[in-house]
């Protein structure tokens, strides 16, 4: 056998319906698409998605899941048992500190000093905010908590 030998089996192939090709063909003349109308013209009928006119599902709907406010102000946290960790007792919590010991990457980025872990060493902590547990840690320890926080 060889490639030139192959065919398709028996009835699997059907020659493509010829339309509007004379009234002997028995698709001639309306092609097959009825009588008047937007679907028997060229290009005729509706796109996908129309929905007889009220406003498609597409446009509905929003165009991105959720919802992001604006105003939002993002902290960076930062936990009462890293301060334990990288400061030494009396020393001076703040943006610089921070950036210089490698917990936050900018100085001048927003910090949020958080509860969890202990602490033991008493610190001064001027950072921009402090949450009630952390400051009960803080004072606990004989530390103190500066504003603007």
């Not at 010829?18 to 063909?25: E, F, H, I, M, W």
């Not at 921070?98 to 980025?109: E, N, P, R, S, Y």
């Not at 602490?119 to 606990?140: F, G, H, N, P, Q």
Request: charged fraction near 30%; proline fraction near 5%; hydrophobic fraction near 35%.
């Amino acid at each position: 056998m060889e490639l030139k030998d192959l065919r398709p089996a028996e009835g699997s192939t059907k020659n493509r319906k010829r339309v509007g090709r004379g009234p002997a063909s028995g698709t001639g003349k309306t092609a097959g698409r009825g009588m008047n109308g937007q679907k028997s013209r060229a290009g005729g009928g509706k796109g996908a998605g129309f929905e007889g006119g009220q406003t498609p599902l597409a446009r509905r709907l929003p165009k991105l899941p959720g919802f992001r406010n604006i105003n939002r102000v993002e902290y960076l946290p930062v936990n009462v048992s890293r301060l334990e960790a990288k400061f030494e007792a009396g020393d001076v919590v703040d943006g610089e500190s921070l950036k210089a010991k490698g917990i936050i990457k900018h100085a001048d980025a927003l910090v949020k000093v958080l509860g969890d872990g202990e602490l033991t060493k008493a610190l001064t902590v001027r950072v921009d905010k402090v949450s009630a547990t952390a400051k009960a840690k803080i004072e606990a320890a004989g530390g103190k908590v500066e504003e603007p926080c």
